[in-house]
């Protein structure tokens, strides 16, 4: 007996939809685990970040305040007294309740306690912390033929080679054997010779000196 092609297509029609049937739903399947796995793993919270921190820098427990540095002064459990404070020209900070506070000339661990001392009329055993955040008052000129001529916080233990590479070096133009560090010592103006390749080399490696707050060097 002779099929009709009628019923061997319909026959071919039902064999690929049995075939078809578990991968058809193997594929659902994959797609809705899929889904899930999204949406699970966008549901998770994120962690929080702190934002708005500023990280202390390395002014050292011995550094003393000075003139446009700026502190963080945190007085535990007392929100309305804590902020960011940025010293006068006049070497004072302004806090509520006290009033202008000296900064200039102490270490942060010394204002800390002054500050301290003084809300004690005011709170019950009252902790503050300083934090240096920014150091503005101690800074070194780097003038003439560097990369970035400017002002530059002076760092612990810098010295006129690091000095001249936080300005970015020397131009192609610098004369290298005639930098120049000038200094006011006692109001009078001092200059030490810097030969920068010779310090490179050793050979004048004295001449590498620690720079200080108000240093200016000349690259000509």
């Known amino acids: 007996m002779k099929m009709q092609p009628s019923c061997t297509v319909l ?31 966008s549901s998770r919270p994120t962690p ?16 003393v305040i000075g003139p446009d540095d700026v502190l963080d002064v945190n007085v535990w ?5 804590t902020r960011s404070l940025q010293v006068r020209p006049d070497g004072k900070i302004s806090m509520p309740l006290l009033g202008d506070v000296q900064a200039a000339g ?3 661990g010394q204002l800390a306690q002054n500050v301290s001392d003084k809300l004690k009329k005011y709170l ?8 240096l955040t920014q150091i503005n008052s101690q800074r070194v000129y780097v003038m003439g033929e ?25 131009t192609p133009f610098a004369n290298g054997k005639k ?27 004295e001449e590498n000196l620690p720079v200080k707050a108000g240093d200016t060097i000349v690259v000509p």
């Open 11 to 41: 026959l071919a029609i039902a064999v690929i939809a049995v075939l078809a049937g578990p991968i058809l739903a193997n594929t659902q399947n994959s797609q809705q685990q899929s889904t899930q796995t999204t949406q699970t793993a």
């Open 179 to 205: 930098i120049f560090l000038m200094r006011d010592e006692n109001h009078i103006q001092t200059k030490y010779p810097f030969s920068y390749k010779e310090v490179l080399d050793g050979r004048k490696a």
């Open 77 to 81: 459990k007392e929100q309305e007294l």
């Open 48 to 63: 929080d970040r702190p934002e708005g921190v500023n990280p202390p820098v390395k002014g050292g427990k011995d550094y």
């Open 124 to 131: 019950t055993a009252p902790q503050v912390t300083v934090i």
């Open 146 to 170: 560097v990369t970035r001529p400017g002002a530059y916080p002076v760092l612990p233990g810098m010295t006129v080679l690091q000095a001249i590479s936080s300005a970015g070096g020397l």
């Open 106 to 108: 102490l270490t942060p």
